[in-house]
Structures are given as structure tokens and as C-alpha cells.
């Protein structure tokens, strides 16, 4: 007898994304529909399946234990319709499809400005949706499908996915106007002895890369300080709550204006973040992938090749298919 309400990947999708959230709100915030529309939605897929899979109360949102068994499954289907598409763009070899593109936020905002306008001259048929997430997060939903494509820190854990290197990004030392330092453009390692650091949250990438070169340099990082965004970092070094080490993009793109802060470079010692194109090894348009970092890599070098350093001769790491 047929299903009179089967379920759609659309509701599946709506799991998927309250499951990540554990949040309603921020759920229908990333899928652009109302909160009352999503909580109907998920209804409709609890009572086509008929099992509770989300449970809500005042501690907030939980996975039942049918809905941490079904979760898998429900993105396994996901993907699953992912690469028929992804098939299906490959087969019209026009590449219509929309592609997922995971970006951290303490670099897309800098990068894809200078990238997106000459990318889509390139590829007039192409269409991308970017997602920022901290890295671990992106990593985690380019294994499971969510996304396609994910510009990621290297290195990583390269298992079943294509990593094409890109760039190199260096790291700059930032201190207030009225720093005893200021004024200097380089910098003695030794002078950064006993400095007060500023960092982001541990979820970035830059902190791990922040925190082990202060315990080099004997820097302290302040913990009661930990900026959310770039933007919050260089506010509290202008309000000289501390100084702190900003990507050279983020410097390019947003301090190309004069303001109470100035930049300055480590003599002989160079901090740096490596950044890579990352996608599933059996994706079904991994050679369009592999043409879409090459694009990317050389447009990166045209537009900001005085901020940071290309990969050398683009060479791939991990899986090859």
C-alpha cells in the first residue's frame, strides 16, 4: 500500500539542520524560512515516519534516541540526492548545479571578494552557496555531504577527500599607536617577551597557531579577552587591551585606511596559516573541482599575490581518483 506521506528530502534536510543546531531558531535562520514553518515541517516528517525524532524542552532541543538512529540515514539520503544532481550537472556538462562551498570566517569575507567576480567570468554557469563555519564544523560536513567543496587549514586529516594546497597566509603582529614598539616595522622576537596577546575563541584555527607561538616567543595570551570575529580582535587592540597576530588578508582587505594601530613583522621568524581546496575523492565532479582550485589559485595570485605566497606548482595531497 503506498505511503500517503512519504517523506521529502526537504524535511530531511530540516532534520539535518536542527540536528546540528540543536537550536530551532538558528536552524530556520540557515535555511531562510520561518520558525513556525520549520517546526511544521519536521512534524510532518515525525508523523510520516512515525517516530518522535527531536525533542524540545526548557533545556533546549535534543536528539531522541530514534533521531540519533535515523540521523545517519537521513544524511545518507541527502548525499545521496547530492550526487544524483552532481551526476546530472556532470551529464549536461554545463555545470548548472549549485555548489556548496565551506569557507572559515577568518577568511572568506578577506578571499572571496577578490576571487567570486573573475571566478564566475570563468564558469558563467556556475553557482556557488557559501557557508562560513569554524573548521572542524566544515570539515565535518564535507565528509557527510553537506558541502561539496570546503577551503580548509592544512594541514588536516586528508582520509577520503582530494585536498589541492593554495596559499600560504602569513600571520602580522598588531599593537596600538601608543605601543613602545610602534612606529618600527620589524620587530625582535625577544621584544615580544612577557607581551599580552589577544586571540580568537578556540574553535579558530588562528588560536592553535597563536597560542603555540606565544609559548615560543614568551608572550601571554589573554584568556579573559578572546575575540568572536577579526573585527572584535583589532577593536580590543585599539582600545589597548592587548596586541595580537592578524592574517595579512584581513589586513589587505579591512586596515588599508589609517588608524590607531600599527602593523609590524617578526625579525627572521615568520608565523603563518596554509589554506587548501578540500572535496570527496569519489565526488562524481571531482575534475571540474580540480579546474575550479587551478581557477582559483591563479586568480588568487593575480589579485593578492603581495599578501600572501602560492602553493608550490599546486601540488594535490591525499586520495586521487
Given at each position: 500500500m503506498r505511503d500517503p506521506n512519504p517523506p521529502t528530502i526537504r524535511q530531511l534536510q530540516y532534520f539535518d539542520a536542527v540536528a546540528r543546531h540543536l537550536n530551532y531558531r538558528s536552524a530556520a535562520e540557515e535555511l531562510a524560512i520561518s520558525q513556525p514553518a520549520l517546526t511544521a515541517q519536521i512534524s510532518a516528517l515525525e508523523n510520516g515516519l512515525k517516530?518522535?525524532?527531536?525533542?524540545?524542552?526548557?533545556?533546549?532541543?535534543?536528539?531522541?534516541?530514534?533521531?540519533?538512529?535515523?540521523?545517519?540515514h537521513a544524511r545518507e539520503v541527502i548525499a545521496a540526492m547530492r550526487t544524483l544532481r552532481e551526476h546530472a550537472a556532470v551529464a549536461s556538462e554545463g555545470h548548472q548545479a549549485t555548489y556548496r562551498l565551506g569557507v572559515p570566517p577568518t577568511l572568506g569575507p578577506y578571499l572571496l571578494p577578490h576571487v567570486m567576480p573573475e571566478l564566475h567570468q570563468r564558469h558563467s554557469g556556475l553557482k556557488l552557496y557559501v557557508r562560513e563555519q569554524p573548521h572542524q564544523i566544515l570539515l565535518q560536513e564535507l565528509r557527510s555531504g553537506a558541502l561539496d567543496l570546503a577551503i580548509?587549514?592544512?594541514?588536516?586529516?586528508?582520509?577520503?577527500?582530494?585536498?589541492?594546497?593554495?596559499?600560504?597566509e602569513p600571520l602580522r603582529y598588531v599593537i596600538p599607536a601608543d605601543h613602545p614598539l610602534a612606529g618600527r616595522s620589524v620587530v625582535r622576537p625577544r621584544q615580544l617577551r612577557g607581551e599580552k596577546v589577544l586571540t580568537l575563541e578556540?574553535?579558530?584555527?588562528?588560536?592553535?597557531?597563536?597560542?603555540?607561538?606565544?609559548?615560543?616567543?614568551?608572550?601571554?595570551?589573554q584568556r579573559d579577552y578572546e575575540g568572536t570575529s577579526l573585527d572584535t580582535l583589532r577593536q580590543m587592540v585599539v582600545m589597548g587591551l592587548g596586541t595580537a597576530f592578524l592574517p595579512a588578508l584581513y589586513i589587505h582587505s579591512e586596515m588599508h585606511r589609517p588608524e590607531a594601530l600599527h602593523v609590524c613583522d617578526l625579525q627572521g621568524m615568520t608565523l603563518t596559516r596554509e589554506h587548501g581546496?578540500?572535496?570527496?575523492?569519489g565526488a562524481p565532479s571531482r575534475h571540474f573541482y580540480r579546474r575550479l582550485s587551478s581557477d582559483i589559485i591563479d586568480i588568487v595570485g593575480l589579485r593578492l599575490g603581495k599578501a600572501i605566497s602560492l602553493?608550490?606548482?599546486?601540488?594535490?595531497r591525499g586520495a586521487r581518483r
Open positions: 517516530v518522535a525524532l527531536l525533542e524540545r524542552s526548557r533545556s533546549g532541543t535534543h536528539l531522541t534516541p530514534e533521531g540519533r538512529e535515523l540521523l545517519p580548509l587549514p592544512l594541514p588536516l586529516d586528508a582520509r577520503g577527500l582530494v585536498v589541492q594546497a593554495m596559499f600560504t578556540a574553535q579558530h584555527h588562528i588560536h592553535s597557531l597563536v597560542k603555540e607561538a606565544c609559548a615560543n616567543l614568551g608572550a601571554v595570551i581546496l578540500a572535496w570527496r575523492a602553493a608550490g606548482k599546486y601540488k594535490s
